[in-house]
């Protein structure tokens, strides 16, 4: 077996039967669930058990990234949802008409992650709006996590059901 052949094998663009897909669809939606509005779940936490400085952390943190969040949504929120659906556009024609196996790995990624940047939106100004803080602070950070989580696991059972009927019907066992 050469190198050439070993290489092609190991960036194969068929991503359903390639194990990296699948590493990087775990990690994804890992890395996902974890950082919610960019606050580390592990801060909630930390938070919620010891209060005080850690509190403020939270805090802080929190108004730094919705802030951040809902000024980028504000300054260029049309331009972002104009080129997203586009490019979610391209990539379901490109996947599930004319047949782009890379095309329909990556929009079962992009896809889903876009419900959660709209679920982020909203949550941030939820808390912006109601200035929330202490428990009903953490309380709208868990809610944001268990959604994106819901999210999450939809999209990968939905990934790994039209995954395996991609490598069952243009595998190696299908026509």
């Known amino acids: 077996m050469d190198w050439y052949q070993t290489l092609f094998e190991l960036i ?6 390639n194990l990296w897909f699948w590493i990087v669809l775990a990690v994804v939606w890992s890395t996902t669930s974890h950082y919610g509005l960019g606050v580390p779940f592990d801060m909630v936490l930390r938070a919620k058990r010891h209060g005080g400085q850690f509190e403020n952390d939270l ?7 919705t802030n951040r969040l809902l000024f980028i949504a504000q300054m260029s929120g049309l331009w972002i949802a104009g080129f997203g659906c586009f490019f979610l556009t391209i990539l379901g024609l490109l996947g599930f008409v004319y047949g782009n196996e890379f095309a329909q790995s990556v929009m ?5 992650l876009s419900l959660v940047g709209l679920l982020s939106l909203s949550t941030a100004r939820l808390i ?4 929330a803080r202490g428990e009903q602070l953490r309380k709208r950070l868990m809610r944001h996590r268990l959604y994106s989580q819901i999210i999450g696991m939809i999209s990968i059972f939905v990934t ?3 995954g395996m009927f991609q490598n069952l019907s243009v595998g190696p066992f299908g026509g």
């Open 59 to 65: 805090e802080d943190l929190v108004r730094i990234n």
């Open 12 to 17: 194969d663009m068929r991503s359903f039967s």
């Open 160 to 162: 790994a059901m039209w």
């Open 128 to 131: 912006q709006e109601e200035d």
């Open 108 to 112: 079962l990624l992009a896809f889903p």
